[in-house]
Each structure stands twice: as structure tokens, then as C-alpha cells.
Nanobody, 125 residues
Framework: QVELVESGGGLVQAGDSLRLSCAAS????????MGWFRQAPGKEREFVAA????????LYADSVKGRFAISRDNAKNTVYLQMNSLKPEDTAVYYC??????????????????WGQGTQVSVSS
């Protein structure tokens, strides 16, 4: 498992952009699939995006496809979530997560076993 620390949340207006970062501890970061979930008040935690351990494969929720982009820098042990054209319904606590990779280079599902503490993203209309 890795320890995960998110940053980059804040309050923005609809249509703005924001980039979240997630710094991971440990020397095996490059062997983990990484991803983001979010949880809005009164709602279940939902999947947002994931990226394979190689960085060559990504997966997105339909609600963010075309607006959000996930990327990783294995040299910096960091995964990013670039969020563009933000909407009020994107308001949530965003959580970084990880699962062991290596089994496949194509990510088709994401079931994490490690979570960060979360960072708040608020989008005003």
C-alpha cells in the first residue's frame, strides 16, 4: 500500500479550471494503478477517473469525460486530475486512491485499497 496526500482543491466559478495533485509515498508508486473518486454531500462516493501503472491507459466516468484528464509522473510519485469546464455538480470532496497494478496495461476497472484524506472542490454558479 501507499500513503496518499491530495492537494489543489478550492473554490472556483462555473467554467473555471482546477488541477488536483496526489503525492504518494513509497518506492513502488510506478507499479500501482491510480485514480480519483469524489463524494458530494448526501451522496455515495463515485468513481471519477483512473490511470494504469504504465500511464498508457485511462478510464473516466461519463459525467467527466471530455472535461477532466488524469495523468501521472512516476518520477515525482504524483498523479494529477486536470478539471476543466467545471460545473456546480462537480462540487465534492475528491479522493485519490490506488490499487496494485502490473497484471495488465489496459485499465478496465478500478478497485482501490488505499485512499487519501480528500480535498474539497467547490464550484459556484
Amino acid at each position: 500500500q501507499v500513503e496518499l496526500v491530495e492537494s489543489g482543491g478550492g473554490l472556483v466559478q462555473a467554467g473555471d479550471s482546477l488541477r488536483l495533485s496526489c503525492a504518494a509515498s513509497g518506492r513502488r508508486f510506478s507499479t500501482y494503478n491510480m485514480g480519483w473518486f469524489r463524494q458530494a454531500p448526501g451522496k455515495e462516493r463515485e468513481f471519477v477517473a483512473a490511470i494504469s501503472w504504465t500511464g498508457s491507459s485511462t478510464l473516466y466516468a461519463d459525467s467527466v469525460k471530455g472535461r477532466f484528464a488524469i495523468s501521472r509522473d512516476n518520477a515525482k510519485n504524483t498523479v494529477y486530475l486536470q478539471m476543466n469546464s467545471l460545473k456546480p455538480e462537480d462540487t465534492a470532496v475528491y479522493y485519490c486512491a490506488s490499487e496494485p497494478g502490473l497484471l495488465t496495461v489496459v485499465i478496465q476497472s478500478f478497485t482501490p485499497n488505499s485512499w487519501g484524506q480528500g480535498t474539497q472542490v467547490s464550484v459556484s454558479s
